[in-house]
């Protein structure tokens, strides 16, 4: 995933040790899988088979939804009176969180209307996490606060381990 598109975003090495996944069908011959995957291996991807469902489900979570959430925040601080003093102090953490925002608005809202059962799934699982963390702050529970912020920063970076290897 990157947020550029187009021939112009070309590179040689683009699906260089990227996952790529096939969703077989039942009229798909097991040769015409084959030879798909074979062409995608020859492009450096690491090659995945699941069902259409279980795809939708994974890519709802870690691909769709940090999307919509990307493309929401940017949209809240420009639509806000003070939108020019907020992006002009925004700086690394801004623009890492937003980099996607950059992404195809219209790919991705095919991309969002084709997933609309997964992705409203995952939307309400972090309205429930966002809901924890409001009342987390308004207790100014700060215990409760930073055991939630150890466990993601435990599994993010765990996760970082696992895919510089």
């Given amino acids: 995933g ?4 187009g021939v112009s975003a070309a590179t040689v090495d683009l699906y260089s040790n990227k996952n790529v996944v096939l969703t077989p069908i039942q009229d798909n011959s ?15 991807a ?7 469902a279980t ?23 420009a639509s806000r009176p003070n939108a020019e003093q907020l992006f002009g102090f925004a ?5 890492d969180f937003t980099r996607i925002a950059g992404s195809h608005p219209e790919m991705w809202r095919d991309i969002s209307l084709a997933n609309k059962t997964a992705l409203l799934s995952e939307l309400i699982a972090y309205q429930a996490e ?3 963390l409001k009342q987390l702050l308004e207790n100014e529970d700060g215990a409760g606060l930073q055991a939630l912020f150890e466990r993601a920063s435990t599994a993010r970076n765990a996760w970082a381990k696992r895919k510089d290897q």
Avoid at 2 to 5: R, V
Avoid at 30 to 44: E, M, T
Avoid at 70 to 76: H, I, M, T
């Fill in 91 to 95: 700086a690394s953490g801004f623009r």
């Fill in 55 to 77: 795809h939708d489900s994974i890519f709802a979570a870690v691909s769709h939804l940090p999307h919509l959430l990307a493309f929401a925040l940017v949209d809240d601080i």
């Fill in 2 to 5: 990157a947020e550029k598109s």
């Fill in 46 to 52: 690491n090659v995945s088979e699941m069902s259409a």
């Fill in 30 to 44: 097991v040769d015409a899988i084959q030879q798909v995957k074979n062409l995608w291996q020859s492009c450096g």
């Fill in 130 to 132: 966002l809901a924890q």
